[in-house]
C-alpha cells in the first residue's frame, strides 16, 4: 500500500528578483504539477515577497506555527530551488534540524536531494553556499559603488533638512536646495557664527521661521559639513573618514560652517546679550541698581488706559528703586548723540586702515603660497611613512598612527588657506559702513529692531550701566573711544563747538563697530577693533599701533 504523503507549498520572490524571471505564477505552476504527478496532497500554500537572508521572513514565521499546531500533519515543505528556501548556509542548517524534529522535510524539486545520503550534505552545502556568495558579491558591488559615487561627490539617501533629493541631467541623485527652508538653515549658521545666542535660543528662533527641528536634529544640522558643499566618505579598511568637494550647490561658505564650529566649541569669543521679549524694555538686563547693585528688571504698570513702562531693581521694596523707562530711554539715546568722532582722527584712521587693507591684499598671495609649502610637506611625510609600511620598515599600525597624526594638521592648514582666500578685500565698504556708524550711533540704535537694539547696547557697553539723576555712569572709561572721539587741543572746532563731547560712559562697539578691549601685546594699553574692520580682522591700540 502506498502512503500518500502531504506537503506545504512555499513560494518566495524578493522585489529585486522579479525581473529575473522567479515569478510567483511560475513557482506555483512548477509545484503543483509536481505534486500532481508524485500524487502529494497539497495542505497548506504561502506566498512570500520577502529576502531570503534570514528566515525572519512573516509567511515562512507563520508556516512554521501552522507546523507545530499541526504536529504530524505534514510530510514535506516544497520550494523550486533551495535560494527559496534560504540564501545564508549557516541559517538554513539550523532550520534543516529544526524541522525534522517537527517531522517536516525541505525539498527543492528542481534540485532535489536524500538528506539521509551523507554525500548529498557535500552537493546541499554547495546549493546553500551558492546564493550567500551572490548576495554578499552583490553587497559587496553595491558598497563599492556608493564609495565612488560619494569620491565623486554624490549625497546618497534623504535630503538633509534645507535640501531636496533631485536627479541631474544622467538621472543621477543630486540635492537641490529646498526654496522654503534652505534661505532659514543659512540664516541658523549665520547667527550662530555672530557668537551672541546659543545654539538652543537659535533653535527656537528658527523654528518660528518655519524650521520645525528637534534638539539632536538640529545640532546634527549645523555639525553637517554637507551644507557648505561637501560630502563625507566613510572609513573603510585601511582608508581613514575624509571629505571631498561636493557636487551639489552649498547653501553656506566653508569658512563660515568652520566659523560656527569654533563658536560650538568654544574657540570664539561670545558677545554676551541679554535677552528680553518685550520691546519696550531695550535696556533690561544692561542694567543695575546703584543702591544695592543687583540687576535692573522692568514691566508695565496700567493706568489711564493705557501702559506705562517701568524699570525698577528686583528688590524695589527693599532699596525704591524705580524709575520711567521712557526717561531713562531719552538720555540713553542723547548719550549716544555724544559719540562723535573727530574728524582729524577718522581722516588719519581712514588713510591707515587703506594702507594696510593694500598691504594685507598684498600679503595675501604669499601666506597662501608659505600655508601650501606646508601642506604639501605633511603630505609628502604621510607618503614617506607610508613607503617606510611597504618596505616593512615600520609596521601597518605605527603607519597608520602617524597618517592619523598628520592629517588632522593638513586639514587645519586647508581651512586656514580657505580662510584667507575667502577674506573679503572691498575694505571701503567696511571703511564707509564703520565712519557711518561712528557719525550716527543714535539713529542707528533708533532704526534697529529689538535684536539690533540689544546687540549695541550689549556691544558698546563693556560694563553694567547705573542710572542715576538723569545720567548714566559705568565703572570704567575705554581710551580707544576717549582718542577718537577727542577733540584736538586748541583746534577750530574745539573752540566753536562743533564737535560733540566725550560721553562718560565706557563704549565698546563689536563687529559694524568697536569690540570689547583686551590688553595690547606692545604696549599694554587696551586695544580695540576699528568699526571700518571686518569681523575677525584688525585690532589697533589707543597708541595706533596693528596687534
Not at 514535506?76 to 549557516?90: I, M, P, Q, V, Y
Not at 538640529?218 to 555639525?223: D, R, S, T
Not at 553656506?252 to 521679549?277: A, H
Not at 591684499?361 to 608659505?370: I, N
Amino acid at each position: 500500500m502506498i502512503i500518500q504523503r502531504r506537503a506545504i507549498l512555499y513560494f518566495r520572490v524578493s522585489t529585486d528578483e522579479q525581473a529575473d524571471g522567479y515569478s510567483l505564477r511560475h513557482q506555483e505552476e512548477r509545484l503543483r504539477n509536481y505534486c500532481e504527478m508524485q500524487n502529494i496532497t497539497i495542505v497548506a500554500t504561502f506566498t512570500e515577497d520577502f529576502s531570503a537572508k534570514t528566515f525572519d521572513r512573516p509567511e515562512f514565521q507563520k508556516f512554521l506555527l501552522f507546523v507545530k499546531k499541526n504536529k504530524g500533519a505534514v510530510d514535506l515543505l516544497l520550494f523550486t530551488k533551495w535560494d527559496r528556501f534560504s540564501r545564508n548556509a549557516g541559517d538554513a542548517y539550523s532550520m534543516i534540524s529544526q524541522l525534522k524534529k517537527l517531522q517536516v522535510e525541505p525539498q527543492a524539486i528542481e534540485q532535489p536531494l536524500d538528506l539521509n545520503i551523507p554525500e548529498n550534505k557535500m552537493m546541499l552545502a554547495f546549493y546553500l553556499a551558492a546564493p550567500e556568495v551572490e548576495n554578499d558579491r552583490r553587497a559587496l558591488n553595491t558598497l563599492v559603488g556608493m564609495r565612488r559615487a560619494r569620491k565623486e561627490g554624490r549625497w546618497l539617501g534623504p535630503a538633509p533638512k534645507g535640501y531636496l533629493n533631485g536627479k541631474d541631467e544622467l538621472n543621477k541623485p543630486l540635492l537641490i536646495p529646498d526654496p522654503k527652508s534652505a534661505p532659514i538653515v543659512k540664516w541658523a549658521f549665520e547667527e550662530l557664527a555672530k557668537g551672541v545666542h546659543n545654539i538652543e535660543a537659535v533653535r527656537r528662533m528658527a523654528k518660528e521661521k518655519g524650521l520645525d527641528l528637534q534638539r539632536n536634529q538640529f545640532w546634527n544640522m549645523v555639525h553637517n559639513i554637507t551644507y557648505c558643499g561637501k560630502v563625507i566618505v566613510a572609513a573603510y579598511k585601511e582608508e581613514n573618514l575624509h571629505h571631498v568637494n561636493g557636487i551639489h550647490q552649498p547653501l553656506i561658505t566653508e569658512t563660515l560652517f568652520y566659523e560656527v564650529q569654533d563658536v560650538l566649541k568654544g574657540r570664539k569669543r561670545i558677545t554676551k546679550v541679554r535677552c528680553t521679549k518685550d520691546e519696550n524694555l531695550p535696556l533690561r538686563g544692561f542694567l543695575i541698581c546703584k543702591v544695592c547693585g543687583r540687576p535692573i528688571t522692568g514691566s508695565a504698570s496700567k493706568g489711564n488706559g493705557g501702559k506705562y513702562y517701568y524699570y525698577h531693581c528686583q528688590k524695589a521694596k527693599e532699596c525704591g528703586e524705580r524709575y520711567r523707562a521712557n526717561d531713562a530711554h531719552e538720555v540713553f539715546l542723547n548719550e549716544l548723540k555724544k559719540i562723535s568722532a573727530n574728524r582729524d582722527v577718522l581722516t588719519l584712521y581712514y588713510k591707515i586702515m587703506s594702507d594696510l587693507y593694500k598691504k594685507n591684499s598684498t600679503d595675501k598671495a604669499k601666506q597662501v603660497k608659505d600655508i601650501q609649502a606646508d601642506i604639501d610637506k605633511l603630505k609628502q611625510r604621510v607618503q614617506n611613512a607610508q613607503a617606510l609600511m611597504l618596505d616593512a620598515e615600520i609596521s601597518a599600525t605605527e603607519y597608520k598612527g602617524i597618517k592619523n597624526q598628520l592629517i588632522p594638521e593638513i586639514e587645519s592648514l586647508e581651512r586656514k588657506k580657505i580662510g584667507i582666500l575667502s577674506t573679503n578685500d572691498d575694505y571701503q565698504k567696511y571703511i564707509d559702513k564703520g565712519f557711518s556708524l561712528l557719525k550716527n550711533i543714535d539713529k542707528h540704535f533708533v532704526e534697529a529692531d529689538l535684536a539690533g537694539k540689544q546687540h549695541i547696547v550689549g556691544s558698546i557697553f563693556a560694563e553694567k550701566l547705573i542710572f542715576e539723576n538723569n545720567h548714566y555712569r559705568t565703572t570704567k572709561e575705554n581710551e580707544a573711544i576717549a582718542l577718537i572721539t577727542a577733540t584736538k587741543k586748541g583746534s577750530k572746532e574745539n573752540k566753536t563747538g562743533k564737535v560733540g563731547g566725550n560721553s562718560d560712559l565706557s563704549c565698546i562697539v563689536p563687529g559694524t563697530g568697536f569690540e570689547p578691549a583686551h590688553p595690547c601685546e606692545r604696549c599694554d594699553l587696551n586695544t580695540v577693533r576699528l568699526p571700518i574692520s571686518p569681523p575677525g580682522q584688525l585690532w589697533f591700540c589707543v597708541q595706533g599701533q596693528q596687534r
